[in-house]
């Protein structure tokens, strides 16, 4: 079984002009996507606040808005937990999922740059020299490397309101849990999906990279319903 991550430690930096609650709503997000928060865990403004080394008034703001967005939820006097999706969400999540991962890989086959392409070739080597090796050690890195091959076609989609709509997309797929990587068979499948949809962006041909994607994303939801199906 892939080792869980280790929650993020030491302070947050902050880039120029990013306000102090805004560096920690990010930490906390990328925290989510990374794994290091998972479904009922618990959310603590000090505990929080002493591994960022910040004060409590950013956590309380931070916490807040991911509250707002439905990813955590109150647990008493225990502070907030992260959120567990219900099955009718997953369902939503993927259909959405599916939408703009297809619109996101028809845009890609009429802007993608050369280079861009190229890079896309890069990811999904790395993901195969990933998966060569024990897929429950490397779970996590492949999951990482599919997210940058995504992040990597929505960028060449040209879209920034896609773009925008598919990170947050990102934040609630980090809800989850367990990526669709320990499903036995799911690396070398989805390398063969990765490898069509790149082919049909460097042939420009909209249509197929859109149908390609849209039943990469139907496969996803069929290794995650079987995930769940074990809880």
């Not at 995504?150 to 990102?170: G, K």
Request: net charge neutral.
């Amino acid at each position: 079984m892939a080792r869980r991550p280790t929650k993020t430690g030491g302070s947050i930096a902050r880039g120029a002009g990013v306000a102090l609650g805004e560096a920690v709503f990010r930490s906390l997000c990328e925290a989510l996507q990374a794994g290091s928060y998972r479904a009922g865990d618990r959310l603590r403004e000090e505990e929080v606040a002493q591994r960022l080394k910040v004060s409590r008034t950013p956590v309380r703001e931070a916490l807040g808005r991911l509250a707002a967005r439905g990813f955590v939820e109150p647990a008493g006097g225990r502070g907030l937990i992260v959120r567990n999706l219900d099955i009718s969400e997953v369902l939503e999540l993927y259909a959405m999922r599916e939408i703009m991962e297809g619109a996101a890989a028809r845009l890609a086959a009429e802007h993608a740059s050369a280079p861009e392409v190229d890079a896309l070739r890069d990811i999904e080597q790395a993901f195969v020299e990933s998966s060569a090796t024990d897929a429950a050690e490397m779970a996590g890195e492949l999951a990482r490397l599919n997210r940058a091959f995504h992040e990597a076609i929505c960028r060449a989609a040209r879209n920034r309101y896609l773009d925008n709509a598919s990170r947050e997309l990102q934040d609630w797929i980090a809800l989850l849990g367990p990526t669709t990587f320990t499903v036995t068979g799911r690396p070398s499948t989805s390398h063969g999906e990765h490898q069509a949809i790149i082919d049909a962006i460097a042939a420009r041909d909209g249509d197929k990279a859109e149908q390609l994607a849209r039943a990469h994303i139907r496969e996803a939801l069929r290794c995650r319903l079987k995930l769940l199906q074990k809880q």
